[in-house]
Antibody, heavy 117, light 109 residues
Framework: QVQLQESGPGLVKPSQTLSLTCSVSGGSITSGGYYWTWIRQHPGKGLEWIGYIYYSGSTYYNPSLKSRITISIDTSKNQFSLKLSSVTAADTAVYYC?????????WGQGTLVTVSS | EIVLTQSPATLSLSPGERATLSCRASQSVSSHLVWYQHKPGQAPRLLIYDASNRATGIPARFSGSGSGTDFTLTISSLEPEDFAVYYCQHRSNWPPGATFGPGTKVDIK
C-alpha cells in the first residue's frame, strides 16, 4: 500500500521560501506513469492544484504560481519536494502531496503551513 | 484553461435520501473527470475516475455519469458518513495542468 507523508516547517515568515518534502513508502517514486503532485487548500476554501513532477523530472505548474514554484524529485530518498518562494499570508494553507494516475488515488494527510511574522 | 462549475454549492439532505451533484466544464473534457470526497481534517478520497469508474473500495451507492461538459455524481442513499464536501477535477494532458471545481457541500438537513 502506497503511503505519502508531508514534512516541513509549519510556520514561515513573509517573503521567505516555503519548503516541503513528501516521503513515499510502499512503492518506488520511479515507477512509470505516475505524476507526483502538490495540492493546497486555503482555510475554508476549496482545493487548488499547485503542480506535479513526473518520475523523469518533467514538471508542470499552476500558471498562477509558476514564477514562484519549484518541484523536484530525489529518487535516492524516494521523495519529492515543493519550494514556494516569496510567500505571503495568502499562501497560508494545508498542503497535500499525492500520487496521480488518472486521478489522485493516494494522498498524504496534509500539513498546515502558516505564513506569519 | 478549463473552468469547472459545481452545483449546487450546498445540498441539505437527510440520511437515506438520494444526492445528485453536478459538475460542468467550460469546454469538453471528454470523460477525463474525477470526483473526490473531502471531510474536515482528512485527506480527500478519490471516488470516481474517468467520469464513471468507481475507485477501489468505494461503495456501490456512489456512481458517476456524463461526458463532454456535463457530469453527475449520484449517491443513491446517503449514509451518515457521506456528509462531506465533494469536488470534481479535470487533469489536462495539453496544456498540462489540473483544475478542481469549487466543491459541493452535502450537509445534514
Amino acid at each position: 500500500q502506497v503511503q505519502l507523508q508531508e514534512s516541513g516547517p509549519g510556520l514561515v515568515k513573509p517573503s521567505q521560501t516555503l519548503s516541503l518534502t513528501c516521503s513515499v513508502s510502499g512503492g518506488s517514486i520511479t515507477s512509470g506513469g505516475y505524476y507526483w503532485t502538490w495540492i493546497r487548500q486555503h482555510p475554508g476554501k476549496g482545493l487548488e492544484w499547485i503542480g506535479y513532477i513526473y518520475y523523469s523530472g518533467s514538471t508542470y505548474y499552476n500558471p498562477s504560481l509558476k514564477s514562484r514554484i519549484t518541484i523536484s524529485i530525489d529518487t535516492s530518498k524516494n521523495q519529492f519536494s515543493l519550494k514556494l518562494s516569496s510567500v505571503t499570508a495568502a499562501d497560508t494553507a494545508v498542503y497535500y502531496c499525492a500520487r496521480e494516475h488518472g486521478g489522485l488515488h493516494y494522498w498524504g494527510q496534509g500539513t498546515l503551513v502558516t505564513v506569519s511574522s | 484553461e478549463i473552468v469547472l462549475t459545481q452545483s449546487p454549492a450546498t445540498l441539505s439532505l437527510s440520511p437515506g435520501e438520494r444526492a445528485t451533484l453536478s459538475c460542468r466544464a467550460s469546454q469538453s473534457v471528454s470523460s477525463h473527470l474525477v470526483w473526490y470526497q473531502h471531510k474536515p481534517g482528512q485527506a480527500p478520497r478519490l471516488l470516481i475516475y474517468d467520469a464513471s469508474n468507481r475507485a477501489t473500495g468505494i461503495p456501490a451507492r456512489f456512481s458517476g455519469s456524463g461526458s463532454g461538459t456535463d457530469f453527475t455524481l449520484t449517491i443513491s442513499s446517503l449514509e451518515p458518513e457521506d456528509f462531506a464536501v465533494y469536488y470534481c477535477q479535470h487533469r489536462s494532458n495539453w496544456p498540462p495542468g489540473a483544475t478542481f471545481g469549487p466543491g459541493t457541500k452535502v450537509d445534514i438537513k
